[in-house]
Nanobody, 119 residues
Framework: QVQLVESGGGLVQAGGSLRLSCVAS????????RGWYRQAPGKQRELVAT???????SYADSVKGRFTISTDNAKNTLYLQMNSLKPEDSGVYYC?????????????WGQGTQVTVSS
């Protein structure tokens, strides 16, 4: 089992920055993929960024060049640095961990943190 706790959300003006954190606890296995997702009211949850256990990253086109995903494995923490924020970046941000034990895949989600960008 893995528990994920996000923090760092809040209210920010357009053009501002926020850094989200996701602290993980429990039993960790590799390979794994960690990521950030977001969900705006009335919309489906969407992928924002991911980082694999090998260090490979990927980003949604809408955040490329503005957001950076990173990890501090010593602290079991996943980060999302968000710069040049836009109102359309508003939503609840969730961290997710996917890990494999043999051929079995396990997904874990945090409870989410609210990000609101005012225009």
């Amino acid at each position: 089992q893995v528990q994920l706790v996000e923090s760092g959300g809040g209210l920010v003006q357009a053009g501002g920055s926020l850094r989200l954190s996701c602290v993980a606890s429990g039993s960790f296995f590799s390979p794994n993929v960690r990521g950030w997702y977001r969900q705006a009211p009335g919309k489906q949850r969407e992928l924002v960024a991911t980082i694999s256990s090998s260090g490979s990253t990927s980003y949604a086109d809408s955040v490329k060049g503005r957001f950076t995903i990173s990890t501090d494995n010593a602290k079991n923490t996943l980060y999302l640095q968000m710069n040049s924020l836009k109102p359309e970046d508003s939503g609840v941000y969730y961290c997710k961990r996917t890990q494999w034990i043999g051929i079995s895949k396990y997904d874990y989600w945090g409870q989410g943190t609210q990000v609101t960008v005012s225009s």
